[in-house]
């Protein structure tokens, strides 16, 4: 695994200062990862921790008759795995991959031992899980009470954030699920938003065509997350 072309593609390596980097890249390995793969589930512990490179993974809470919603999207810019330096060793969220990519996997107890040794990781974790919070709550409250379209515009806006282009792969029923509404909803959703000319839909794909337009119909929620964000992880630090 090359350094110059790996650290780069994830946020948090990348703000590592280079000894911190070089002492973590040995318990690193490069996996590749499909849709639909299931990192976590709820209750399990954290045998491993994955680092994104260019894949899309939703972090989802789930109830008895297995009804779920995104609480939050991890993409380059973090990691999945908080929980196993934060004391609870397992997760009451599931994490599966939304986007397949390329991931690097850590076993979990190699991230603990580092979390507790090194300063530097520990501050640059610590403000991830911050931002990663500011997500999971903000998203609570615009489900609670904000529309299906201002939901689905966030939703798309942060996936975006997180990966290359401006297209994804998803079904209405996908869209549906994640966000914990009803399928006839983000149908709607999707063809008030193509009729406004900011989306094209077409079999599973949703291009965004006008960005800037996304950006100004979204409700506060996107801005609130996105600001924590880009202050609490700057694109990079110095060594």
């Known amino acids: 695994m090359s350094q110059h072309t790996i650290r780069p593609r994830n946020q948090l390596l990348a703000c590592l200062p280079e000894a911190e980097w070089l002492r973590l890249m040995p318990l690193l390995n490069k996996v590749k990862l499909p849709a639909g793969e299931a990192l976590i589930e709820a209750g399990a512990s954290f045998a491993n921790v994955y680092f994104p490179l260019n894949g899309l993974v939703a972090l989802h809470g789930q109830i008895e008759n297995g009804d779920s919603s995104v609480l939050s999207l991890v993409g380059p810019e973090g990691f999945v795995g908080v ?69 689905f515009i966030r939703f798309l806006l942060l996936s975006l954030d997180r990966t290359e282009g401006d297209e994804l792969l998803l079904t209405h029923e996908k869209v549906a699920h994640m966000l914990g509404v009803r399928r006839e909803g983000v149908s709607e959703a999707a063809m008030r938003l193509q009729r406004l000319g900011l989306i094209r839909y077409t079999r599973g794909r949703v291009k965004v065509l006008d960005r800037a337009g996304m950006e100004a119909g979204a409700c506060e929620c996107y801005r609130v997350i996105k600001t924590e964000y880009d202050r609490l992880l700057p694109l990079r630090l110095a060594d």
């Not at 520990?122 to 403000?127: A, E, G, Q, T, V």
């Open 83 to 151: 929980s196993s330096f934060m004391g609870g060793l397992s997760t009451t969220s599931n994490a599966t991959v939304f986007a397949a990519g390329d991931f690097l996997r850590m076993r979990g107890v190699d991230l603990l031992q580092e979390f507790e040794h090194s300063v530097p990781l520990l501050h640059l974790l610590l403000r991830y899980t911050q931002a990663l919070i500011t997500q999971m709550a903000q998203t609570s409250v615009c489900n609670r009470h904000h529309t299906v379209d201002n939901a």
